[in-house]
């Protein structure tokens, strides 16, 4: 399998390392970035890569079978649609993009049975996610009722340096968009209960779970969002802070806060459910023991450990993706999987520009902030 990167910046470093874990499979075979030395750089981190300045020249002589693209989201759409137009798969970091149009553009540009695109979430990979997603979606711990999403993370007037960052129309958004979009995805991830293809419902209306608690369709997924954003440091056009509270169709009740503000820095993710909480504290990433899990009094201690402590990564993440792949079927953090957190995104902006509540799936064609995450360029609260 022949694989490629485009953009040769520090993330790109993350999918190498990615590929490496799976050299049995793949087979690194260029990089695509308009500095040449950037480009250089990184492929003597490679075996045999070969450097380009442009993805026309990679795509037509390399013929890949599935590409990386690491480049800011402003590039995102143009970039996916050629590599979807030769045929090969894409996966693509976050934020997808700037806006659920440009989303759904891209989804446009697949091909029945592939090739895809899809998207690096990589927080909800690893074996502790998958235990505590399924005991969530079979009912083991009851209902969710109260989650907490934190990404509280420190940024200064360096970082906002480059060009790109802090600007509507080159990143989309600020911390809600660059930074808590991993956490919050990862919460939307473990509440929505376990997802057939296409990270739908499997083909009958009910999400899947074992169990007579197992959660119907739509009970686990957000169903109004209130927020505030603000500018409070930073000479951006975008927000430095955002909270948030939701509701989930279950009737659970969640706050959301993303921040580049703050000096401690920590993401957190806890869910108080009828019979036990689970809560996971990290920066960028975790493993098992960052999982704590709290049963309730005079309820039985279930068994939590996953039997083999896969943490989360880029490599733990591309797994499935090259399974479905190989198998030709769609895969996660694709499709209607994919767009959810970046509707969730786009609530979150239109309830703080507007001061009014925001229900899933208001946001279509025609809406303001189906196009603009800023409400087609209104200016920042």
């Not at 950037?38 to 990679?58: E, I, V």
């Not at 002589?61 to 030769?86: R, Y």
């Not at 420190?154 to 968009?177: K, L, Q």
């Not at 999987?337 to 703080?352: I, N, Q, S, T």
């Amino acid at each position: 399998m022949r694989v490629a990167v485009v953009g040769a910046g520090a993330i790109a470093d993350s999918h190498r390392t990615a590929y490496r874990a799976h050299h049995d499979d793949v087979d690194l075979v260029a990089v695509a970035d308009v500095d040449e030395a950037r480009a250089l750089a990184f492929c003597a981190t490679t075996d045999h890569a070969r450097p380009y300045r442009d993805l026309d020249s990679l795509l037509a002589e390399q013929k890949p079978d599935f590409v990386s693209i690491c480049t800011p989201p402003g590039l995102h759409v143009e970039q996916t649609k050629k590599v979807l137009g030769s045929g090969a798969w894409v996966w693509c970091e976050k934020p997808p993009c700037r806006s659920l149009a440009e989303y759904d553009e891209m989804v446009s540009a697949e091909r029945e049975r592939g090739p895809y695109v899809s998207f690096v979430y990589q927080q909800r990979s690893g074996s502790a996610v998958a235990r505590f997603r399924e005991l969530l979606a079979k009912g083991e711990l009851g209902r969710a009722l109260v989650a907490h999403c934190q990404t509280t993370w420190y940024r200064d007037a360096g970082y906002y340096s480059v060009p790109w960052r802090g600007r509507w129309a080159t990143e989309g958004g600020g911390p809600a968009m660059g930074h808590g979009i991993h956490q919050m995805d990862l919460l939307l991830h473990l509440l929505a209960g376990e997802d057939g293809e296409d990270g739908g419902d499997g083909g009958d209306g009910r999400q899947r779970g074992a169990g007579e608690e197992s959660r119907e369709a739509g009970d686990g997924e957000w169903a109004e969002i209130q927020a505030m954003t603000a500018r409070l440091v930073h000479d951006v056009e975008t927000e430095d802070v955002s909270t948030a509270l939701v509701r989930f169709g279950s009737g659970a009740l969640a706050t959301v806060v993303n921040s580049v503000l703050s000096p401690d820095e920590v993401s957190r993710i806890r869910i108080d459910c009828e019979r036990a909480t689970v809560e996971l504290t990290h920066l960028y990433g975790h493993v098992a023991e960052n999982w704590r899990y709290t049963p309730a009094p005079n309820c039985a201690k279930l068994e939590t450990e996953p039997a083999e402590d896969v943490g989360s990564s880029h490599a733990a993440a591309l797994t499935p993706v090259l399974d479905a792949y190989r198998a030709g079927r769609r895969p996660p953090c694709s499709g209607r999987d994919g767009r959810r957190v970046l509707e969730f995104v786009a609530a979150l902006y239109k309830a703080a520009f507007t001061g009014q509540s925001v229900r899933r799936g208001e946001i279509g064609p025609g809406d303001p902030f189906y196009r603009d995450m800023a409400g087609a360029g209104e200016k920042a609260p």
